[in-house]
């Protein structure tokens, strides 16, 4: 399988910029960021790329988790007490540290976008932006493991400094 | 803002093997894959990070979309005959070719997972693998701009070759 993992190199395609500085304090989900505002710019030379966007209230943002240090296999993640393998868990400190969000677009100013529900560090690098499309990405009824009674408690729970 | 665009470089964690060698006549979203089988082959290296994983009935995939040669910033995409700023589409020919799929969880046997609802190539290298999280990941009632009407078509409509 080794010659089939040969690494990737992207180019952030822009920045996202959000009232937390820092990991401590910060939420934890999107969904449970309370309306936390932000912005995101993209890089001018894409500023074709996202005619049309305007017509879409929610955008998945996939974006370098650029402040993780040291990836782990196994944590405690922020909604729990016990260990959980690192990819059962939506913890930063992943192999590669790729973190996935979905915010609402607010209004799209030539090639900044305004968004709201940001759960994202300032100056995050930016790796993709899709739109959200319920058809495509909803799966109501999946049953969710340890998270069963747990994920609710995201809006109440802030990130901290444990996964540096 | 270039100065923030430093390029980052992952690893793959592990290889999706699918039924779709080539583009040519592939599902175009795991919601229309009309319940296609397949494996993930992780890292054995990275087998600690799996533990808990079969409590899920739902993984988010993110991996590299291997055979786009040629990124493209306005598309006509599967879906539509009008094109789209690439950053309003799901389609695969984006400045960074990065995939996202939601597929089921049917069995954990050691480092290789079951799955269904495959929509992606043969030998994808996967970069990141999360549990899906309803709560997290479902965003009811978005509005989904010029896939309106046209989202539900997604099983209906196979890929070709026009992102190649």
């Known amino acids: 399988m080794t010659r089939q993992l040969e690494p990737v190199t992207f180019r952030p395609i822009g920045v996202v910029r959000s009232p937390f500085a820092d990991p401590d304090g910060m939420p934890i989900q999107a969904s449970g960021a309370g309306g936390a505002r932000g912005t995101i710019e993209v890089d001018p030379a894409l500023a074709d790329g996202l005619a049309g966007l305007e017509g879409f209230s929610h955008l998945v943002l996939i974006y370098h988790l650029h402040r993780v ?12 007490t016990e260990t959980h393998g690192i990819f059962a868990t939506r913890s930063p400190a992943r192999p590669n540290a790729i973190g996935l969000s979905t915010v609402r677009l607010l209004a799209v100013r030539g090639t900044t976008l305004e968004i709201a529900d940001v759960d994202v560090l300032d100056g995050t690098p930016l790796l993709d932006l899709k739109p959200y499309v319920p058809a495509f990405d909803d799966r ?5 493991g340890w998270f069963e009674g747990r994920a609710e408690r995201a809006g109440e729970t802030v990130s901290d400094d444990r996964f540096r």
């Open 69 to 80: 240090r040291r990836p782990r296999l196994v944590v405690t993640p922020f909604l729990d």
């Open 140 to 144: 109501p009824g999946a049953r969710i």
